[in-house]
Structures are given as C-alpha cells and as structure tokens.
C-alpha cells in the first residue's frame, strides 16, 4: 500500500511539473551536447597491438607474459618514449614545474594502458588526440621493449659467461699443473704409457729371468723397473685424473661458448599478433553516453530537489 502511495506521488509530481521537467532535460541536453563536443573535449584516437611473448628466459617465478607486462611498465621504457614523442609538451606539462613527474606519470598511464589477456598475451593500447601518433607510440613501445628485454638478457648472460670464464680458467690451471708434473715423470724417468710400459716390462723381466742365457741382460730392464716402481703410481693416477679433468674443462668451455652465442645474438622477444593501425574514429569521448548520463542525472536531481519543496511546502500551507 505505501508503495503504491509512494507511486502515486511520484507520478503526480511528474505530470504537475512535467513542462519544467522537460524544458531542463532539453537544457541539459543542450549544456552537455556543448561541453562534450571537440571545442570543449579533445577527441582521443586509440591504437593498440596484441603480444605474445617469445624467446624470454624467466627470471624467478613470474611467467613470460607476467615479465612482459613489468617490463612494458619499466620507467626506461616510458622515458623513452616521453623523450621520442616530447609528450611533456604534448600533453600541456610543463616540465620545470615542481610537480611535473607526478602529473606526467598520471596522464601517461590513462593513455597508455597494458593488459594480460586470458590466452595469455599482452594487449598495448595507446589514446591520443593524433590517430597517427597513436600508433608510432605502440609501435616504439615494442621496439623499446625488445631493446630493453634484449639487455637483461645479455645482462644474464654476461653474468653467466663471467663465472663460466673463471670455471674454464681455473680447470685450465688444474690441467697445466698436471701436465708439468707428467712432463717431468716422462723426461727424467722415461715413463709414456704405464700399461704398455709395465706390461713390457713384465714379459721382458721373466724372460730374461726364465731363460739362464739372458740373465745378463737384467740390467737392461732394471732402470725401466725402477722408475715404473717408484712413478708408476703417480703416473698412472695423475694420467687418469687428468683425463677427467680435461672432461670437465670441454663441458665447461662448451657451456661458455653457448653463454657467449647468447650474448652475440640479436633476437626479439614478441611475436606481434595483431598490428597497429591508425584509426579512422575517435575512441573518446563517448558524446551520447556523456549527454544521456547528464540528462539523467539532472533529471533525477531535479526530481528530487521538487519533492523536497512540495513535502515542505504542505506543512507550511496546513
């Protein structure tokens, strides 16, 4: 029943008032038709490009995309930008003014704006009053991108040449060091191969033992015996050591030479899905949308505030 009542008020209200009503929606109509056209509100044109990353080696958790959208973000990339386009001028900022970062920083990220999508690709949208400028700012965007990703990458792996380099050094020292030390067992002992070395020696050694007419020639062999006695040991071990050694040593110059390739090359990190364009029609602002919603809320302020004047009015005429 009160909302019946309450209707019914309502309804009374707009059909006593309804010329008032309708001459203030037509003068709101009016008003915001005015201040929304291009001589009040500059048109903004929108371009954009939608990303997928490729080649980016992740740093920590985040996924390629998630790095992708940090990176867009970096402050290097923005004033790059800034500087490329002059868009401190462009956009009325004075740069000398005391607060003329803050407020360059706010009017970049309403026009330029960078959104992960659910495939997991990356959308650069930029606003601008001039169309074609609109799309050389994406297109500098992903430039400045693949530039910026293109040197943490090298940065990467420059670190990982650097301690790869110093690997590859100290193995190199280890397997010099070995080498000298065989060197000299091989000069002043004449051991060069252990196995064939001993095994000769052995079959030498019982033969001239075993056979009465060559024991005379058992110093022929004694000298050899000797030193494979007192370095064979030695030999034999450092040889096997050393082998491994210089196992590790090739393993750790490859993986050097694959850092460095890493370093050389010159990759772009975005595989570009759908391209900039220069668009024919303003993106904003929305002049219906804005007219609709001003006459509207007028209305409905108007509405209200006759209300409030009838329900005071009663009182005082009772």
């Given at each position: 029943?009160?909302?019946?009542?309450?209707?019914?008020?309502?309804?009374?209200?707009?059909?006593r008032?309804?010329?008032?009503?309708?001459?203030i929606?037509?003068?709101?109509?009016?008003?915001?038709?005015?201040?929304?056209?291009?001589?009040?509100?500059?048109p903004?044109f929108?371009?954009?490009?939608v990303?997928y990353?490729?080649?980016?080696?992740?740093?920590?958790t985040?996924?390629?995309t998630?790095?992708?959208?940090?990176?867009?973000e970096?402050d290097?990339?923005?004033?790059?930008?800034?500087?490329?386009?002059?868009l401190?001028?462009?956009?009325?900022?004075?740069?000398?003014?005391?607060?003329?970062?803050?407020?360059f920083?706010?009017?970049?990220?309403?026009?330029?704006?960078?959104?992960?999508?659910?495939?997991?690709?990356?959308?650069?949208?930029?606003?601008?009053?001039?169309?074609?400028?609109?799309?050389?700012?994406?297109?500098s965007?992903?430039?400045?991108?693949?530039?910026?990703e293109?040197?943490?990458?090298?940065?990467?792996?420059?670190?990982?040449?650097?301690?790869?380099?110093?690997?590859?050094?100290r193995?190199?020292?280890?397997?010099?060091?070995?080498?000298?030390?065989?060197?000299?067992?091989?000069?002043?002992?004449?051991?060069?191969?252990?196995?064939?070395?001993?095994?000769?020696?052995?079959?030498?050694?019982?033969?001239?033992?075993?056979?009465?007419?060559?024991?005379?020639?058992?110093?022929?062999?004694?000298p050899?015996?000797?030193?494979?006695?007192?370095?064979?040991?030695?030999f034999?071990?450092?040889?096997?050591?050393?082998w491994?050694?210089?196992?590790?040593?090739?393993n750790?110059?490859?993986?050097?030479?694959?850092?460095?390739?890493?370093v050389?090359?010159?990759?772009?990190?975005?595989?570009?899905?759908?391209?900039?364009?220069?668009?024919?029609?303003?993106?904003?602002?929305?002049?219906?949308?804005?007219?609709?919603?001003?006459?509207?809320?007028t209305l409905?302020?108007?509405?209200?505030f006759?209300g409030?004047?009838?329900?005071?009015?009663?009182?005082?005429?009772?």
């Amino acid at each position: 029943m009160t909302e019946y009542k309450n209707n019914s008020e309502l309804l009374g209200l707009l059909l006593r008032w309804w010329k008032q009503l309708v001459a203030i929606a037509v003068i709101a109509l009016i008003l915001s038709a005015i201040f929304s056209s291009p001589f009040i509100l500059t048109p903004k044109f929108k371009s954009f490009a939608v990303l997928y990353p490729a080649n980016i080696i992740p740093m920590g958790t985040e996924t390629p995309t998630e790095q992708m959208l940090q990176v867009l973000e970096s402050d290097q990339i923005r004033d790059s930008v800034a500087a490329q386009f002059n868009l401190y001028n462009h956009y009325g900022i004075d740069s000398e003014a005391a607060a003329a970062n803050t407020a360059f920083i706010r009017e970049y990220q309403d026009n330029v704006v960078f959104k992960k999508t659910e495939y997991e690709s990356v959308v650069i949208e930029v606003l601008d009053t001039d169309p074609e400028q609109a799309k050389d700012m994406v297109n500098s965007i992903i430039f400045y991108f693949n530039r910026k990703e293109r040197f943490l990458q090298k940065e990467k792996a420059m670190e990982l040449v650097k301690i790869l380099n110093e690997q590859v050094s100290r193995k190199k020292f280890e397997m010099d060091s070995m080498e000298v030390v065989l060197t000299d067992i091989r000069k002043n002992y004449g051991i060069l191969d252990y196995g064939l070395q001993t095994e000769y020696a052995t079959e030498r050694y019982l033969e001239v033992v075993s056979t009465p007419s060559l024991k005379a020639n058992t110093k022929e062999i004694e000298p050899l015996l000797e030193a494979l006695k007192e370095k064979g040991g030695e030999f034999l071990s450092l040889s096997e050591h050393l082998w491994r050694v210089r196992g590790g040593y090739n393993n750790l110059k490859e993986q050097m030479e694959a850092a460095v390739r890493d370093v050389e090359k010159d990759l772009t990190y975005c595989s570009i899905i759908s391209n900039p364009v220069i668009a024919d029609k303003k993106a904003s602002p929305i002049r219906w949308l804005i007219v609709l919603v001003s006459v509207m809320a007028t209305l409905l302020l108007s509405i209200l505030f006759l209300g409030i004047v009838e329900n005071l009015r009663v009182p005082s005429e009772s």
